[in-house]
């Protein structure tokens, strides 16, 4: 028997990108994919992924939907980057706006057990590189710097999406940006372990055998989902199963004040508590299944979920390198 080597699992997979309490509103791209033309590393710093880091930086200043949007810089190789993307940042962006904005700027380990509303990640790679083993504590490293993100991350990379092994950890942070909510039926089993009492493994269950496509335990900005249902163009559904030993009245009162404030960011929920499923399962199936229908969510079965509202990609040239080999020619 020949074994295999699965693709790691990079970032928070089961974690959605939250609105922020000062604008209400949702960034359209919650992950922004950004290819950096003419980047390469020397040694550990990538200057074109650093210039177009600074150059977005300053774009989400000026814009006013990002009003207000606290900013954290994180890299991926070493600490040389961060340095150099710290020293443009000082002399490039006003003292006011980097306490304002709480701008901060280093490896994972600066961001653990800190977040920030928007992220940008420097894969600091270049295209002659090897991509990052699949290693512990490099996985834990990499998982840091992509979970801290509150409405939306950048992934600033010199590399093409094909440029590193699935079973390595960049190749992994290339698929999750491209596709971040992939889910197959080797993974079903893992999904299903997130379940947290028999009722949610029971409406687990009920939804996969209907074709929904299904994620437990979703954290939400600092809030947690039982399961989210997606459907096409980005419309979901979040489910609370409520057990009826674990809900009081105060932690009743807290449930529906954690729900105001998602549904504040463009949330519809939908509950059930776990004696209503066993007194009158159908009638509460048929009613969660009305609701997915209302919303116009439907199975999706082995399809792939659409992830353009999710993710936007773009490239840029920060040192435009494609316009001077044009005018070499």
């Not at 928007?118 to 790679?125: F, N, R, T, W």
């Not at 590189?129 to 939306?152: C, E, I, K, P, Y």
């Not at 991350?153 to 010199?158: E, G, Q, T």
């Not at 809030?223 to 199963?241: H, T």
Request: proline share 4%; hydrophobic share 40%; net charge negative.
């Amino acid at each position: 028997m020949v074994a295999t080597r699965e693709a790691p699992q990079i970032g928070d997979r089961n974690q959605y990108p939250r609105t922020n309490s000062t604008s209400g509103q949702q960034l359209i791209g919650d992950k922004v994919d950004v290819f950096v033309k003419g980047g390469y590393r020397n040694g550990d710093i990538n200057n074109a992924e650093a210039k177009a880091i600074l150059d977005e930086i300053e774009s989400i200043l000026a814009d006013p939907d990002m009003t207000g949007r606290s900013i954290g810089v994180v890299t991926l190789l070493g600490t040389k980057q961060a340095a150099h993307i710290h020293d443009l940042v000082t002399n490039r962006i006003s003292p006011i706006d980097v306490i304002a904005r709480q701008i901060a700027i280093g490896p994972p380990s600066v961001f653990q057990g800190r977040e920030r509303d928007i992220m940008l990640v420097s894969m600091v790679l270049g295209p002659d590189d090897r991509g990052a083993a699949n290693r512990t504590d490099l996985q834990q490293r990499f998982n840091v710097a992509l979970s801290r993100a509150r409405d939306r991350m950048y992934l600033f990379r010199s590399v093409e999406q094909n440029a590193f092994a699935e079973d390595t950890l960049s190749g992994a942070i290339l698929r999750h940006f491209k596709e971040p909510f992939r889910q197959d039926a080797r993974s079903t089993q893992v999904l299903r372990d997130r379940c947290e009492s028999g009722f949610e493994f029971e409406m687990f269950d009920e939804l996969v055998r209907r074709g929904y496509r299904v994620e437990p335990q979703v954290r939400c900005g600092g809030f947690r989902i039982d399961f989210v249902v997606e459907g096409r163009e980005g419309r979901r559904l979040a489910i609370e199963c409520d057990g009826d030993r674990f809900h009081g009245p105060g932690q009743w009162s807290d449930d529906m004040a954690r729900q105001r404030v998602l549904e504040r960011a463009g949330w519809t929920f939908w509950r059930c508590f776990a004696s209503s499923w066993v007194r009158r399962k159908d009638e509460a199936v048929a009613d969660l299944v009305q609701a997915l229908c209302d919303l116009g969510i439907e199975p999706l079965g082995s399809e792939s979920v659409d992830n353009t509202v999710w993710v936007h990609s773009k490239e840029v040239d920060p040192f435009l390198v494609e316009e001077m080999v044009i005018e070499a020619l």
